[in-house]
């Protein structure tokens, strides 16, 4: 079958991205989020010549991504199984959209500088003003019954136990995580260098004596194992798998009834760094963000957060009042 122009160039900004060694991960946003853009514009408006999309498309397609919820449609040859999905048809959330539309920015920005076409019609397009709220951190009840449900007599259990405890005591993200290297890690200065970073940029992060002596542990049972270079290697000695420690958290929320991932092991991270005294510059360095702007959504606080900031710092309750 003969691909349009927009799906050739699409190809072609896949190439370009490959050489500029992006992350997997961020490629196959690109590729998803421009696939489903094209699927639309071939449908609704029978364009297929990128050189025909206008700034009316994309805000006719931002209109529909509101409308349509979630699951509602899939990359063709895709088989997500929506069906199965308990959230199908809610609606989808201000920042997805958002980066929906970076993306789509991304992908003309390019095709401008590539002089692929003479107007860019993503120059007008704004993101959605607002931005939805974060999980409330995990409880201090919450994440011991988590760390408590790893099995750490076997191998993928302790290791399991470990990679939580690191990304909630570091903040790192799961793909960092799974990179690291025993060359990446200092036990006595409590440091560890990230070198497969978001941005591609090194940066260090350190972690508590307590994280230091299940580190020291943990160790001592892998190299029983496997002699690797890895610090989180998988059974058979190889990067492991983002999707499968995804599952193990999944399976173990499910039991606790916790919605539990990644991503919100970090950000419980960042609300406990910032409800224990420190500051958004020294975060957003630790998180890895180019922006101060980035790490102000983790200032977004609970209710029970905020009663517990008002009895440590209640004006009256530091009066010395008779």
Same mark, same amino acid.
């Not at 990359?75 to 959330?93: C, F, M, Q, Y």
């Not at 790192?172 to 200065?189: G, P, T």
């Given at each position: ?48 010549? $990128? ?36 959230? =199908? ?7 997805? $959209? ?5 993306? $789509? ?41 988590? !760390? ?75 190299? =029983? ?39 919100? !092991? ?20 630790? !998180? ?10 983790? !200032? ?23």
């Amino acid at each position: 079958m003969r691909l349009s122009n927009f799906d050739f160039k699409i190809e072609e900004f896949i190439l370009y991205c490959t050489s500029r060694n992006l992350s997997k991960r961020t490629i196959q946003s690109y590729e998803s989020s421009l696939k489903l853009f094209g699927q639309y514009l071939s449908k609704e408006f029978k364009i297929d010549d $990128i050189q025909n999309v206008t700034k009316s498309h994309i805000r006719h397609y931002v209109k529909h991504l509101q409308e349509r919820g979630k699951y509602t449609c899939s990359e063709e040859g895709v088989n997500n199984n929506p069906l199965a999905r308990t959230d =199908r048809g809610k609606p989808i959330s201000v920042n997805t $959209i958002n980066n929906y539309v970076r993306n $789509i920015k991304v992908f003309f920005n390019w095709l401008k500088d590539e002089e692929d076409i003479e107007k860019n019609p993503m120059e007008k397009i704004r993101l959605l003003k607002g931005h939805e709220r974060i999980k409330p951190k995990l409880t201090q009840e919450e994440i011991s019954a988590i !760390l408590n449900s790893f099995d750490k007599t076997r191998f993928d259990g302790y290791r399991s136990y470990l990679i939580t405890l690191f990304i909630l005591d570091t903040g790192v993200r799961i793909s960092e995580c799974v990179e690291i290297k025993m060359d990446d890690l200092n036990l006595s200065n409590q440091a560890c260098v990230l070198r497969y970073t978001k941005n591609k940029k090194e940066r260090i992060v350190f972690f508590s004596s307590k994280l230091k002596r299940e580190l020291k542990n943990w160790i001592k049972f892998k190299d =029983r194992y496997m002699s690797n270079e890895l610090l989180f290697p998988s059974r058979r000695g190889n990067l492991l798998l983002i999707t499968g420690y995804e599952r193990v958290l999944r399976r173990i929320g499910g039991k606790l009834e916790i919605d539990l991932y990644p991503h919100r !092991l970090r950000a419980t991270f960042a609300q406990y760094y910032l409800l224990n005294g420190g500051d958004l510059i020294s975060l957003g360095r630790l !998180l890895g963000h180019s922006s101060p702007e980035v790490t102000k959504i983790y !200032l977004q606080l609970d209710e029970q957060s905020i009663a517990e900031q008002y009895r440590k710092f209640s004006p009256v309750d530091h009066l010395k009042l008779k």
